[in-house]
């Protein structure tokens, strides 16, 4: 395959930086792009000398190599299920649903299909991410603290539970991420919300969510999460093993240890880059760096809407526990 032709499933924000990656990408064509707003996706496929399509079975039925699904959370399910039945490597970008349900309905039809995918953590492409790997093999980390304090996006759909899944969901999925690849798997979420929605209209999330998470492997955790600023305050992860103190953010890392402090910078939009290219090498038949495959993101939704629904019920919730024959709303185990 010398040319990798992409069709795009939405056309907002998201869609239109994936779109102006790819398209700076010398093996890939912008075959086309459609969205429930026809308007937007002409928008954007006149932008990049794309065609615009009525449908997703339309977008597919032109042959595209890959398709990038770049919709809101809410709308996630139909688009990957035609996608994954027609055999086509699909790129979906976070968080892969606003219930679980959903995403482990789509994640058993990629892994019957045995299909290729990725989802759009992009913060894994971060060289500081790997550094602070290599920094916490062989030690035993104690304790990590996750933040994102951030704002209301101004799309409709964000500030409403059934639209987006709230803050921890939507935003605080990058910061989990990357919890569960440097700490390990949780067993256990624990957290409030403060029961009142952000100063926006139509609201029904919580402004402020605070969560307490227990390891498999010993470690202890917390989770806070808030969207009442206009400004992303705060993103990123805070680590304590045995000697060492890492903090990481989009931004850079900074190492604290016997030799003292030093930060290392880091380029966010490279990662952003990074990720396109490691996907369309993947599907060229070029490269196997696809750090997040659904599967993988699939565990990381799992974590969030543990927290999330924790905070809804005001008790634990267990995420090493086989899922029940009734699943509630979020499909994890809340204790009683």
Same mark, same amino acid.
């Given at each position: 395959?010398?040319?990798?032709? *992409?069709?795009?499933?939405?056309?907002?924000?998201?869609? &239109?930086?994936?779109?102006?990656?790819?398209?700076?990408?010398?093996?890939?064509?912008?075959?086309?792009?459609?969205?429930?707003?026809?308007?937007?996706?002409?928008?954007?496929?006149?932008?990049?000398?794309?065609?615009?399509?009525?449908?997703?079975?339309?977008?597919?039925?032109?042959?595209?190599?890959?398709?990038?699904?770049?919709?809101?959370?809410?709308?996630?399910?139909?688009?990957?299920?035609?996608?994954?039945?027609?055999?086509?490597?699909?790129? *979906?970008?976070?968080?892969?649903?606003?219930?679980?349900? /959903?995403?482990?309905?789509?994640?058993?039809?990629?892994?019957?299909?045995?299909?290729?995918?990725?989802?759009?953590?992009?913060?894994?492409?971060?060289?500081?991410? &790997?550094?602070?790997?290599?920094?916490?093999?062989?030690? /035993?980390?104690?304790?990590?603290?996750?933040?994102?304090?951030?704002?209301?996006?101004?799309?409709?759909?964000?500030?409403?539970?059934?639209?987006?899944?709230?803050? !921890?969901?939507? &935003?605080?999925?990058?910061?989990?991420?990357?919890?569960?690849l440097l700490v390990g798997e949780a067993t256990e979420a624990t957290a409030?919300?403060?029961?009142?929605?952000?100063?926006?209209?139509?609201?029904?999330?919580?402004?402020?969510?605070?969560?307490?998470?227990?390891?498999?492997?010993?470690?202890?955790?917390?989770?806070?999460?808030?969207?009442?600023?206009?400004?992303?305050?705060?993103?990123?992860?805070?680590?304590?093993?045995?000697?060492?103190?890492?903090?990481?953010?989009?931004?850079?890392?900074?190492?604290?240890?016997?030799?003292?402090?030093?930060?290392?910078?880091?380029?966010?939009?490279?990662?952003?880059?990074? !990720?396109?290219?490691?996907?369309?090498?993947?599907?060229?038949?070029?490269?196997?760096?696809?750090?997040?495959?659904?599967?993988?993101?699939?565990?990381?939704?799992?974590?969030?809407?543990?927290?999330?629904?924790?905070?809804?019920?005001?008790?634990?919730?267990?995420?090493? &526990?086989?899922?029940?024959?009734?699943?509630?709303?979020?499909?994890?185990? !809340?204790?009683?």
């Amino acid at each position: 395959m010398r040319t990798c032709r *992409v069709g795009l499933v939405g056309a907002g924000g998201v869609a &239109q930086r994936h779109a102006r990656v790819l398209s700076g990408f010398e093996d890939v064509e912008l075959v086309g792009v459609t969205d429930v707003r026809p308007a937007a996706a002409a928008a954007l496929a006149g932008t990049h000398g794309a065609r615009t399509f009525r449908d997703v079975d339309e977008l597919l039925a032109a042959g595209p190599d890959a398709v990038y699904v770049c919709v809101p959370p809410f709308a996630h399910g139909a688009v990957e299920e035609a996608v994954v039945a027609a055999g086509v490597p699909m790129f *979906v970008e976070k968080p892969v649903a606003v219930d679980l349900v /959903t995403a482990e309905r789509i994640a058993d039809l990629v892994a019957r299909r045995g299909l290729l995918t990725a989802v759009g953590h992009h913060w894994r492409y971060l060289p500081v991410v &790997q550094h602070a790997r290599d920094l916490l093999a062989g030690r /035993t980390v104690r304790m990590v603290s996750g933040a994102w304090w951030d704002r209301v996006p101004p799309v409709d759909w964000w500030c409403r539970r059934d639209g987006s899944g709230g803050p !921890v969901v939507e &935003q605080a999925a990058h910061v989990l991420d990357l919890v569960r690849l440097l700490v390990g798997e949780a067993t256990e979420a624990t957290a409030y919300g403060d029961g009142s929605p952000p100063p926006v209209e139509g609201a029904d999330i919580d402004s402020v969510t605070a969560a307490t998470l227990r390891f498999a492997g010993g470690a202890v955790g917390t989770l806070t999460a808030a969207c009442v600023l206009g400004w992303k305050h705060r993103a990123g992860v805070e680590i304590l093993a045995d000697g060492l103190a890492l903090t990481l953010t989009e931004d850079g890392l900074l190492v604290c240890d016997g030799d003292g402090e030093r930060r290392l910078p880091a380029d966010p939009e490279a990662a952003r880059v990074a !990720v396109d290219r490691a996907f369309v090498d993947a599907v060229r038949g070029l490269g196997d760096d696809v750090r997040v495959p659904y599967a993988e993101a699939l565990a990381t939704h799992r974590l969030a809407l543990a927290v999330a629904d924790s905070a809804r019920a005001g008790r634990p919730v267990r995420l090493d &526990q086989p899922a029940p024959a009734t699943l509630p709303a979020s499909g994890v185990t !809340v204790d009683a």
